[in-house]
């Protein structure tokens, strides 16, 4: 999941009779399963929330290009490179879909980028982790994009219309990622016994904040219930966190890979596997500015945009000369 | 050295040194989209290099593959221009660099797909449709940063600069150059000078750029007799896994 801890109003789920009679009529539109477009009537709420999700959503696609391109350089194969090229590529792509969704919203991409830069808005707690060898490079795609797909998959049927329909190309692209990552650890786990370890090591470092990328438990949260409600979010985290588990663990021992949780077991009962919770010292942490690379990962992005910026205003300014050039000769 | 192995090494080293260089910026270059077509020419390059190598490898006859060639040779046998592996340094020189490259490529690239030899003349034809639009977004966008602020303008023509003298080497004839020429495999790389040259010019006055007068060139790149001291670092990272777990498959 990339928009985590997303704030709603903050006051909890408002009840029909204290709504406005338009709030009232957007929530009938919500409530019949309506898409909401860029020009329709929105509450405030619903909006900055909104900006809030999809703009976390885009700034974790482009901070998490940051882990895998760490690796571009040193993929051990030809065709590894390129299809790690090709995934980063992506990445780049959806953050571009999503700021584009978050436009129609009325906030510009740049503004993003630089309430991005300055700490107003955060991205994914997962890409504050280091990638340490390949095979992380496989349990990214794996867990990671695995994760991710969990949460997106119900977000193709959220109520805003360009953030739904956004999320319809970007989870054709995550599932042809996430079977790449396996891909990648297929070939570590039948490799040599350092590859072994290798595998056994990522998925050790990668499994509990993976689980942590569907965020806290939303039991009591006053934001999940709002979401919920505008269908801003389908499901809540626990049940998303759930599907992941039950989903993986199977992949795991198919891989000949142990899951580091002593505890993990499937329960008759709930039909379910039962699992220790991640550290939620440690997500607090991570989201709160103290990760492993939370500084590192957002110095990279802030030298990108301040190096890059003599480009920017050059394109601006060409282009601004272009078109004056054009203007005088008709 | 047989003399089609070492013109396929030459094709094949441009094409990956230069992918290689330019993957580097994955994740950081100055604007989504910027990111994006770097990757993408990147991906190009990258997949070209599998191309070359890979019938470079089957003319050796020695059981080596693409990525043996990728992957385990040292600095002195790789045949790519010096031009393609010095560093990025920022996005003016790695477009500016792609441009020179292209405004050869389109033509030569050209010139190949009627080689005598039809896997050259194939693989030229497939790598053609990239390289056309390599050159039309690296000449579009070497204009617009040489056009576009007088800082912009500064930085481009300091680049150029900089890049000039490595720009000779791609049209010095050899004998394994003329070798291919008898054999109707590839024109001789100096009779594209001109073609690459109006390019050039052309591009050059569009960006208010000057072009250096001194033609002096840095050469010993695609002989393999001398490259420059960037390149083993480059191979250094590319090579790391290859290198420290000899045998393993990814």
């Not at chain 1, 503004?111 to 890409?127: N, P, V, W």
């Not at chain 1, 969990?150 to 995550?174: D, F």
């Not at chain 1, 077991?265 to 220790?276: A, L, M």
């Amino acid at each position: 999941m990339y928009a985590q801890m997303v704030k709603s109003t903050g006051k909890g789920l408002v009840a029909r009779e204290d709504m406005s009679p338009e709030d009232c009529a957007f929530q009938d539109r919500i409530d019949a399963g309506e898409k909401i477009e860029p020009r329709d009537y929105m509450p405030d709420g619903y909006r900055r929330n909104l900006i809030r999700q999809i703009g976390q959503h885009a700034h974790s696609e482009i901070v998490g290009q940051l882990p895998e391109g760490n690796w571009i350089t040193r993929a051990p194969t030809l065709e590894r490179k390129a299809n790690l090229l090709a995934k980063v590529q992506d990445e780049a792509g959806h953050g571009l879909y999503l700021y584009c969704a978050a436009e129609t919203l009325g906030v510009s991409r740049d503004e993003m980028t630089e309430m991005l830069l300055d700490g107003r808005m955060k991205y994914s707690s997962i890409f504050n982790y280091p990638t340490l060898t390949w095979a992380d490079m496989g349990a990214v795609g794996w867990l990671v994009d695995g994760a991710a797909i969990m949460n997106q998959v119900p977000l193709q049927r959220t109520s805003y219309g360009p953030y739904a329909r956004a999320m319809v190309r970007i989870c054709k692209e995550e599932s042809f990622h996430q079977r790449q990552g396996f891909h990648i650890m297929m070939a570590m786990v039948n490799g040599t016994a350092d590859q072994k370890r290798m595998a056994q090591d990522a998925l050790n470092r990668f499994w509990y904040p993976a689980l942590m990328m569907f965020g806290p438990s939303d039991k009591d949260s006053v934001h999940s219930a709002q979401s919920m409600a505008w269908r801003i979010k389908v499901n809540t985290n626990d049940e998303l966190r759930q599907k992941f588990v039950d989903e993986t663990v199977p992949q795991a021992e198919y891989l000949g890979l142990t899951i580091p949780d002593a505890h993990l077991h499937w329960n008759d009962e709930t039909e379910h596997y039962d699992f220790t919770e991640p550290d939620w010292d440690e997500f607090f942490d991570v989201i709160s500015g103290n990760g492993p690379c939370n500084v590192d990962r957002l110095n990279a992005r802030k030298t990108a945009w301040d190096d890059g910026a003599w480009v920017r205003e050059a394109m601006m300014a060409h282009a601004e000369k272009k078109a004056a050039r054009k203007q005088a000769a008709e | 050295m047989q003399p089609l192995f070492e013109f396929l090494l030459r094709q094949g080293d441009n094409a990956l040194v230069l992918g290689h260089r330019t993957s580097e910026w994955c994740g950081t270059a100055p604007a989504l989209e910027e990111d994006i077509a770097l990757t993408n020419t990147a991906l190009d390059l990258i997949g070209q290099t599998q191309l070359w190598l890979g019938y470079a490898a089957e003319v050796e006859g020695a059981d080596r593959s693409a990525n043996d060639l990728a992957y385990l040779r040292d600095v002195h046998d790789f045949r790519n221009l010096l031009m393609l592996e010095v560093p990025n340094e920022d996005f003016g020189r790695t477009l500016m660099r792609q441009f020179l490259f292209d405004a050869f490529q389109v033509p030569w690239l050209t010139a190949l797909q009627t080689s005598a030899d039809p896997r050259v003349a194939e693989i030229a034809a497939k790598s053609l449709k990239e390289a056309t639009y390599h050159l039309d977004r690296s000449a579009e966008t070497v204009i617009a940063l040489g056009d576009g602020t007088a800082d912009s303008n500064a930085r481009m023509q300091a680049t150029l600069d900089y890049l000039w003298p490595y720009v000779g080497e791609i049209f010095v004839d050899d004998d394994t150059d003329q070798t291919m020429a008898d054999a109707l495999i590839a024109p001789l790389p100096s009779s594209m000078r001109p073609v690459w040259a109006a390019t050039i010019e052309e591009t050059a006055k569009a960006a208010c750029l000057s072009l250096p007068e001194s033609d002096f060139a840095h050469h010993g790149g695609r002989s393999g007799v001398r490259h420059t001291e960037h390149l083993g670092h480059m191979l250094a990272t590319m090579q790391v896994l290859q290198r420290s777990y000899p045998g393993a498959v990814w």
